[in-house]
């Protein structure tokens, strides 16, 4: 037989590899990021963490699917935060709520203990707030609680002071003072703001304005024997904040923790 000439080869060896040519060209074009995509959204439903879809393609039917996903996304994660930051912030005043405080006080305390650094928690109750909303009505009564939380947040400048509504009229302030004086300070700054504002209370028994007491604990030689103390500076703010109303109101008390404190 005659030799095969080289066009009757070159169509042999087109046809033989054809396939192999369509097969990655497939693979490349249309296998490859589907493969990728799903194993993108295996790997979230996994984690349980919603995550953008990152593909390269050519195809416009898998850009738009890319696009439309990532935008549900970006909606999810916007939903969240928005979940996050409502469970953390009282609904009426707009500061932290206690949730957030009880998640942020245990860290801050270990901070404190660890690197020596003083901390107090102070405890602030409205006087006589009870009989401010049997008079005014609690519509007022709600609008005085956002006016005292508005207040109060003037005296957080610190990055790690962190101000919440402990429940009611109550108020919480974790404040880290560099020493006694400056705590004392910090404590007439919010009692004088508070009259300053005179927001009319008929019903008080001590001003003809909405007043404030305040009871704290403070941590003036923080350290390791700190660490199973935090409730303890809790109670010891709030029977400082009662000794503040049994003598008179309209004023702060202040209490120490120390090593030798006890329950």
């Not at 609008?143 to 101000?163: G, P």
């Not at 007439?188 to 007043?211: C, F, M, R, Y």
Request: hydrophobic share 40%; aromatic share 12%; net charge negative.
């Amino acid at each position: 037989p005659s030799l095969i000439d080289r066009t009757t080869l070159f169509s042999i060896l087109s046809l033989l590899l054809l396939p192999i040519f369509i097969t990655v060209l497939v693979w490349f074009m249309f296998l490859e990021p589907i493969s990728h995509m799903f194993k993108q959204i295996s790997d979230m439903e996994k984690t349980g963490e919603a995550d953008s879809l990152k593909i390269r393609s050519y195809i416009w039917e898998f850009q738009v699917f890319t696009q439309t996903f990532n935008n549900l996304v970006s909606k999810i994660k916007s939903y969240q935060h928005k979940l996050e930051s409502d469970s953390q912030t009282d609904g009426l005043t707009g500061i932290n709520n206690r949730r957030f405080f009880e998640d942020s006080y245990d860290s801050a305390w270990r901070f404190s203990a660890r690197n020596n650094l003083p901390i107090s928690i102070i405890m602030i109750d409205i006087d006589f707030f009870k009989k401010y909303n049997d008079f005014y009505g609690h519509q007022e009564g709600d609008e005085a609680l956002k006016s005292v939380a508005k207040i109060l947040q003037v005296h957080t400048r610190r990055a790690n002071d962190i101000l919440a509504r402990y429940g009611g009229e109550e108020f919480i302030l974790l404040h880290q003072p560099d020493t006694y004086d400056h705590l004392t300070e910090t404590l007439e700054g919010i009692l004088d703001s508070i009259n300053s504002a005179q927001i009319p209370h008929e019903k008080s028994g001590v001003s003809d304005h909405i007043t404030v007491s305040a009871g704290a604990c403070l941590v003036e030689d923080p350290g390791a024997w700190m660490k199973d103390n935090k409730d303890l500076a809790i109670k010891i703010a709030d029977q400082a904040l009662y000794k503040a109303k049994d003598t008179g109101r309209n004023r702060y008390y202040i209490s120490r923790l120390n090593p030798n404190s006890s329950a």
